[in-house]
């Protein structure tokens, strides 16, 4: 609760300054994280997935984005990934608009760093958990951005597909979005963080 509680400030912060060029001198500070402004700072345009909170599961699981929106996925604890599959083929990754963020691993809390894929087209796009031990994606950890709304090809449909896969795989490296660190947001006085968190990102990104 408090650690999603923080990142509903933590985030939007973060992109607003990633995003907004005239938010010069990154006015996050501690303040305000105690007032409560949960969502109100999310940009329009941002979509934050919690990823593994509880569970296996993505929340929430099913997305409405339009072309340039940004989804932020906040990793949870254990070993998560995100891998983008065709609805046909759940838990194998698409050879196409490949999505995968690699495996972050959390002990507790939330990872610094969320993976961040911009929408590029509205198509929907089914992704999964790669994660092997314990069976993630068999155990429904999938979800699904603009799925068609009528038709067959639903996130229950898919999720019950991805029950009867018998394993995972996952691309060879971190493809279809960037991580952002969101330390970069919080600099408790006010001094100007580096923008293009990017830069910044966790080893997991050396090979992108
Ligand atoms: C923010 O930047 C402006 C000029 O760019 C400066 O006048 C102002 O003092 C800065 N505010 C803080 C809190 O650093
Ligand atoms: C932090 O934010 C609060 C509320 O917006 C503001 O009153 C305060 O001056 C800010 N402090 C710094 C150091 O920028
Ligand atoms: C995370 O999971 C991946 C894939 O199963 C594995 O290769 C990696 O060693 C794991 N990392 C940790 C810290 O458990
Ligand atoms: C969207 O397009 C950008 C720029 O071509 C690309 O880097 C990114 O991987 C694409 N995103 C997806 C989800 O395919
Ligand atoms: C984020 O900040 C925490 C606390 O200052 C630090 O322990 C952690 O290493 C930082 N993570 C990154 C990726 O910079």
Redesign the pocket.
């Known amino acids: 609760m408090r650690s999603s509680y923080l990142l509903k400030f933590l985030l939007p912060a973060a992109f607003a300054q990633h995003d907004n060029g005239g938010d010069?001198?990154g006015?996050a500070n501690t303040t305000i994280v105690t007032s409560d402004g949960a969502g109100t700072q999310t940009q329009s345009g941002d979509h934050v997935i919690q990823v593994g909170d509880g569970g296996f599961v993505f929340t929430p699981d099913t997305v409405t984005a339009a072309v340039g929106d940004k989804i932020q996925f906040v990793f949870h604890p254990m070993n998560h990934s995100v891998v983008r599959s065709t609805f046909d083929d759940p838990c194998v990754p698409t050879t196409e608009g490949t999505i995968f963020s690699g495996f972050v691993p959390v002990d507790s809390g939330t990872s610094p760093n969320v993976f961040i894929v911009t929408v590029n087209d509205t198509n929907p796009a089914w992704l999964y958990c790669s994660q092997n031990r314990d069976s993630h994606c068999q155990n429904g950890m999938v979800m699904v951005i603009n799925p068609l709304t009528t038709g067959p090809n639903t996130l229950a449909a898919y999720k019950e597909a991805a029950t009867k896969t018998s394993e995972s795989i996952s691309p060879p490296e971190i493809v279809g979005g960037e991580f952002s660190n969101t330390n970069n947001s919080v600099s408790p006085n006010?001094a100007s963080p580096p923008l293009h968190g990017t830069s910044r990102a966790t080893e997991m990104t050396s090979n992108v």
């Open positions: 010069e001198n006015t006010g």
